[in-house]
């Protein structure tokens, strides 16, 4: 137990202070200070399904909370109030924590004890706020415990980019301005307004360059304003590849932007769907200098899309406890689907046994699907990549921390080229380890492979964690002939999805849903829905952990799946135990390990890996099967949403599918074509269009039925007849936009 408590107290410190007392032992004032209050409370258990613990929590001067089982034990877990975002909803008495390294669910015993914990809180808050919006150097100085002082600086000179950047284009904006004013006159207006521009410009900066310093434009011996401008844009392009080489250098630190804009590509949104019945959106034009913003109406009023500002410190939210009216539904966007967060937006990545080649399972019989007599050639790079600012997340969740995000509206300008049924289709990129499984003698080796292919449904989120698909409309399909998937959306509210596919001794099915919840300065995605698999006469099934996207205020957002999958062999008794490992600040991260048990609870094969590279069986201490490796992404994936070789061919229409798709096939939504063509604000539009559409149709009672998937029990199974249909033709199937 001692030796317990010592892991746990190092791996979870959280300043200087801590991390040097003594671990295993109680927290003692002496190292985090005074003790500001202490006493009993209701904490989430880890665990889901588990419900809420009694613990013992002790709130420090320095700004620590921690909890233990009794007044004296060892801590159990921590956090720094100092760098955590608080979301309370008083009415429930319950109190979320979440900072850096953990999320504490507390539900208070009383309404007194919550008042009496929040007055704490606020005390602690109050005493950093201030701290907090020093300079951002000395902030970067007070947490380099957690980060590093040299991580840290490389997101003040990309900071400082973003400025110089912003200033450089007003300066150019206000130089034209200032020449054609001048043909009609020589007044004091343009060349006053560009020295206010600079004098701004100064102002947030103690350190002034020789390089950037304008002197006064006023002066006759100034040099021209075209000569200043291109020592500017001389010293930013010397300030961005400096950043950008300095980043490079730090392989624990994500993917560092160097871009005034923002994009985050490699980035996007977890794996939500959007509500078709999202809010009429304005689009509006990006003219020199400026960001793109998309503007939107709601119930309650408009808003404009802004960046937010990088803030680092403490941060309370209040929570809406309110439940929704039922006729809000129209105007909100679904965040589902428990296979796609990746889902989450979960999708993976490109296939071992290479893309380009049909399933063998295309030549059975019951399928009638004719064999192509040439191979396909399929497309390595998308039309166009992402065009426009991507807008700030951070500034729509922080409205809604706490909920739901099934009932917030996105513009167009969050989502990347692909639907949600497209994307259940990318997580499947590796079924040829399915195929494996299905020839493989051995029943743990078998079993192996399943755990492999689960594990590399997460393959292809290493670079999204910025952007969703689009959410489909009711009774939209998908389909890829490569392992004979079918997908379609058979429920409108709540958003489901149901999707079925088979290769050679295989059979896959699953209904996906899922939600999404904002808690301040991270999101979680909470799957919905049990996978299952057929291997000849063994049933196998899952369900999959929740995943986190971090880093929403400020920083680089990186993508974390946390928790436990267990696939249980219903057939055999046997199981495969999969630990998706929460990642540190300087261990390795992505960690995956797994044990496979037989009925009576013996160790049979322990696998080791990680979700962005590989999977192995250990086979000793010195040698490794390795069971699955991940295909290497396009050399351009950072152009492409981040996309992975396997999910470019996704939205695109090869000659072998040409006269065979229905017309309610994802390939042919209007708006997904014009966001992979680059066009947003045709893709705005005809997103409104083909969402007003399903509208009147719900309105004259005409919405359209699933047609492949019949509701069985909490499931929907897939009823046979689509591969027959697709052979007939789709006279008799209308289309939905």
Not at 424 to 433: D, F, G, K, Q, T
Not at 673 to 683: I, K, P, S, Y
Not at 695 to 701: C, D, I, L, T
Request: aromatic share 8%; hydrophobic share 35%.
């Amino acid at each position: 137990m001692q030796q317990n408590n010592l892991h746990s107290t190092a791996h979870l410190a959280v300043n200087a202070a801590l991390a040097a007392s003594s671990p295993g032992r109680p927290v003692t004032p002496s190292s985090t200070g005074d003790i500001v209050l202490q006493g009993w409370a209701l904490k989430k258990r880890r665990k889901r399904m588990q419900g809420f613990a009694r613990r013992y929590f002790t709130l420090y001067t320095s700004g620590l909370l921690s909890y233990s089982f009794e007044p004296g034990q060892p801590p159990r877990d921590q956090v720094l109030l100092t760098q955590a975002a608080i979301s309370t909803a008083r009415g429930r008495r319950d109190i979320h924590v979440d900072s850096h390294n953990a999320t504490f669910h507390i539900k208070c015993l009383s309404e007194e004890d919550f008042d009496m914990w929040m007055t704490a809180f606020r005390k602690i808050l109050a005493q950093e706020i201030p701290k907090s919006r020093r300079s951002s150097l000395a902030r970067s100085a007070t947490r380099g415990v957690q980060l590093g002082r040299a991580a840290m600086l490389v997101d003040e000179m990309g900071n400082t980019i973003a400025e110089l950047d912003d200033a450089l284009a007003t300066l150019e904006e206000e130089d034209r301005k200032r020449k054609r004013a001048s043909t009609r006159s020589k007044s004091e207006g343009g060349h006053s307004r560009e020295h206010g521009v600079l004098g701004l410009f100064r102002k947030g900066h103690h350190h002034e360059s020789p390089h950037l310093a304008l002197p006064d434009t006023g002066a006759a011996e100034s040099p021209s304003s075209s000569e200043l401008l291109r020592r500017m844009a001389a010293a930013l392009e010397q300030l961005k590849n400096q950043h950008a080489a300095l980043g490079k250098t730090f392989h624990s630190y994500p993917s560092i932007d160097t871009t005034a804009s923002g994009t985050a590509i490699g980035s996007p949104l977890p794996s939500t769907a959007e509500e078709d019945d999202e809010a009429t959106r304005t689009p509006s034009t990006a003219g020199p200098g400026q960001k793109r913003m998309s503007a939107f109406s709601t119930h309650s009023g408009s808003s404009v899309w802004y960046d937010a500002p990088e803030y680092d410190g403490p941060e309370e939210f209040l929570l809406d406890v309110t439940p929704p009216a039922d006729d809000s539904q129209d105007n909100k966007l679904d965040y589902t689907d428990s296979r796609m967060t990746e889902r989450t937006d979960v999708t993976e990545a490109g296939s071992s046994t290479g893309m380009d080649t049909d399933s063998e399972s295309e030549e059975s019989a019951e399928k009638s699907i004719t064999e192509e007599p040439t191979v396909i050639h399929r497309r390595t790079s998308l039309p166009s990549g992402p065009v426009g600012d991507e807008g700030s997340l951070f500034a729509v969740l922080k409205k809604n921390v706490g909920k739901d995000l099934s009932k917030v509206a996105l513009p167009v300008t969050f989502n990347e080229p692909l639907t949600m049924l497209q994307k259940a289709a990318e997580e499947l990129e590796y079924y040829n380890l399915l195929s494996q499984a299905a020839q493989s003698q051995d029943p743990v080796e078998r079993i192996c492979y399943v755990a492999a292919f689960a594990v590399s449904t997460y393959a292809n989120t290493k670079h999204r964690t910025g952007r969703k698909g689009f959410n489909p409309m009711l009774a939209e399909t998908f389909e890829d002939v490569r392992m004979n998937f079918l997908a379609e959306k058979v429920c409108h509210n709540p958003v489901i999805m149901a999707w079925h596919a088979e290769g050679e001794g295989w059979e896959l099915y699953a209904t996906s849903s899922g939600k999404t919840k904002f808690w301040g300065k991270s999101m979680e995605i909470i799957p919905q829905g049990t996978i299952h698999l057929k291997l000849g006469e063994e049933r196998f099934q899952w369900t999959r952990p929740s995943s986190f996207i971090r880093n929403l205020m400020m920083g680089t957002k990186y993508l974390e799946h946390i928790g436990k999958m267990v696939i249980k062999n219903t057939t055999s008794g046997d199981s495969c135990a999969l630990d998706f490992k929460e990642g540190g600040y300087w261990g390795p991260t992505n960690v995956v390990a797994g044990v496979v048990t037989s009925r009576s609870g013996d160790v049979l094969a322990n696998l080791e890996g990680k979700w962005d590279e590989q999977m192995a069986r250990k086979l000793d201490s010195s040698h490794l099967h390795v069971l699955w490796r991940i295909t290497p992404f396009p050399k351009n994936a950072a152009q492409y949403y981040g996309f992975t070789a396997f999910g470019i061919t996704l939205n695109e229409i090869t000659p072998d599918l040409e006269g065979k798709l229905p017309p309610t096939d994802s390939r042919f939504r209007p708006d997904v074509r014009a966001l992979e063509n680059g066009d947003l604000d045709t893709a705005e539009r005809e997103k409104q269009r083909v969402e007003d559409l399903q509208r009147e149709r719900r309105n004259k009672g005409q919405e359209r039925a699933p047609r492949w998937f019949a509701q069985v029990g909490d499931e929907w199974l897939y009823k046979g007849g689509y591969w027959e249909q697709r052979q007939r033709g789709w006279t008799d199937v209308e289309p939905l936009w």
